[in-house]
């Protein structure tokens, strides 16, 4: 049988703990302070262990800081000085929940039922970090720039826990794949994951949709209606587009999230509300309470655990690696097998992406669509760069892509044209004419091809910087920020002339 401790100087409420405990079949043990408790963990390792915060000797916190306890045991904090604060800072220290007295029974019979070790879910998350670099994903979010490893660090740290998550990011940047990651990584994945979208609902309906209604409330309810709470009981509800929900829904949600009951629209009798709430907006939250969007008291309650995603402009390292992923998913389920070749991804990767990672898989869709042969070109993709620049001031690609041979190449093609010869790490070779080509293969870095363009047009135009500004489409400012970047991590100014 599982082992639970409970911590609590209020004799009575420990009695209460032990025997709800107990009819769970669970065996139990109790301490009244904190010597008695580390006793008690010192004699059988619990599985679960419910911990006061204030205590005669000492803070509920310091048995937190006992490495072997939190990796065997999980903490749930059972107090009635609630606080925001004090949630926060047990969740940092790596409480799994946080109840409040007097104990909601539905909410501790839910917690019970989710004993998992600390360690196995660290395991999990640590083996999904290990393969990240060859994977290229973590949970259902792809991506291996410095941007998303912060969001994978953060939902490594939250999942495992209760506590409300609060995601901001622009339309088109995966809030509800964050979603569904946390619910996956969390102790509710065997419950449901129910994503709702706010602004979707008819405003005359959003409240008998979220809290259910009873047979006969409003005109047309023929029948007992069970509501998002209902439904995700025991998981998790996911409201995207939180500012959407019109302001008296607002106050009631709030009402909700501090007692963890609600009551079905016509009904004089309260639930227990036994979800996890993770709630998603694409404004600016400070924002949308001074245009009167969003209660100032309904933020603070849903903002413990921020989470801000990043535009995909920010992070347009990841796009061929994006952009592979949607392809292969539409290849599997079209059942023709269809590949980019390198010139598509620069030209993808060279764009701003307004409407971010949805916009993206839209184009690759397309451009599966329109390809009639087993490669998918810059021909069937649109003109992505003609109305906005890159992010750091490029325009959409200039550089003609060379195939790098796995064989080593004629000086000729059968055309008579001069070929470059493949490098193992990239560079510029002179064809037979005037023409010179950046030769990148599969699996350079943006970054790296940027670097490689930016100097082989700064050597063919002799050093001759506004020419080169010019042909690159950049500013001249922005060329001696990149020279300036190049020489600092090679030591060498690159943009200088050289010695003949």
């Known amino acids: ?80 000085h609630a606080s925001i604060e004090s949630s926060v800072q047990a969740l ?29 879910l660290k395991a999990e998350v640590a083996d999904l970090a290990a393969q990240l670099p060859t994977s290229g994903h973590f949970g259902h979010l792809w991506g291996k720039s410095a941007a998303m490893q912060r969001i994978y660090e953060q939902i490594a740290r939250v ?26 990584l969390s102790r509710r994945r065997k419950r449901p994951f129910l994503a709702v979208n706010c602004g979707a609902i008819s405003p005359n309906l959003i409240e008998s949709e979220i809290f259910g209604h009873e047979k006969g409330s409003f005109t047309g309810a023929e029948r007992q209606h069970q ?5 995700a009981g025991g998981g998790t509800l996911f409201l995207d587009e939180i500012t959407e929900m019109p302001p008296d829904l607002q106050v009631k949600l709030l009402r909700v999230l501090e007692t963890g009951r609600f009551m079905r629209v016509g009904s004089t009798v309260s639930q227990e509300a036994d979800v996890r709430i993770i709630a998603a907006t694409n404004r600016p939250p400070l924002k949308a309470v001074a245009l009167g969007k969003l209660r100032e008291d309904l933020l603070y309650r849903l903002n413990v655990f921020p989470i801000e995603l990043p535009p995909l402009r920010d992070r347009l390292s990841d796009v061929p ?16 097998l269809r590949r980019f070749t390198l010139g598509a991804l620069c030209h993808l990767a060279t764009y701003r992406w307004p409407g971010n990672v949805r916009e993206l898989r839209n184009v690759v869709q397309r451009a599966y669509v329109m390809a009639t042969g087993g490669t ?6 649109p003109d992505l760069g003609a109305d906005e620049p890159a992010g750091d001031g490029l325009t959409a690609p200039v550089l003609r892509s060379v ?27 002179p064809l037979s004419g005037s023409t010179e080509s950046v030769l990148l293969p599969i699996g350079t ?40 970047e190049y020489a600092a991590k090679s030591g060498v100014d690159p943009g200088a002339r050289r010695a003949e």
């Not at 209020?10 to 769970?24: H, Q, T, Y």
């Not at 506590?163 to 996956?184: C, M, N, R, W």
């Open 227 to 231: 509501g998002f709470f209902e439904r």
């Open 376 to 381: 998918i070109d810059e021909a069937w993709l």
């Open 1 to 80: 049988m599982p082992h639970a401790l409970v911590v609590d100087d209020d004799v009575d409420a420990a009695g209460l703990l032990r025997e709800l405990i107990a009819s769970e079949k669970f065996t139990v043990a109790v301490a009244h302070n904190m010597r008695d408790a580390r006793r008690q963990i010192s004699l059988q390792q619990p599985d679960i262990l419910l911990l006061d915060l204030r205590l005669p000797d000492g803070s509920g916190m310091d048995l937190l800081a006992d490495p072997q306890l939190m990796a065997h045991s999980e903490v749930v904090l059972c107090t009635g």
């Open 92 to 120: 940092r220290l790596g409480a799994a929940d946080y109840l409040v007295k007097p104990v909601n029974l539905t909410q501790l019979q839910g917690v019970l039922s989710r004993i998992m070790k600390p360690a196995v």
């Open 403 to 429: 195939p790098s041979p796995v064989a080593p190449e004629p000086s000729t093609d059968e055309r008579g044209q001069g070929w470059p010869a493949a490098t193992p790490t990239g560079g510029v070779q």
């Open 321 to 336: 690696l994006l952009a592979e992923h949607f392809l292969a998913a539409i290849c599997q389920q079209e059942g023709a």
């Open 159 to 184: 999942a495992g826990t209760g506590v409300t998550v609060f995601i901001t990011g622009e339309s088109g940047t995966g809030k509800e794949v964050v979603a569904q990651t946390l619910h996956d």
């Open 445 to 484: 870095s943006m970054a790296e091809a940027e670097r490689l363009l930016v100097l082989a047009t700064l050597r063919r135009y002799d050093h001759h910087k506004e020419r080169t500004a010019a042909v690159l489409g950049i500013s001249l400012k922005t060329l001696y920020n990149r020279l300036k």
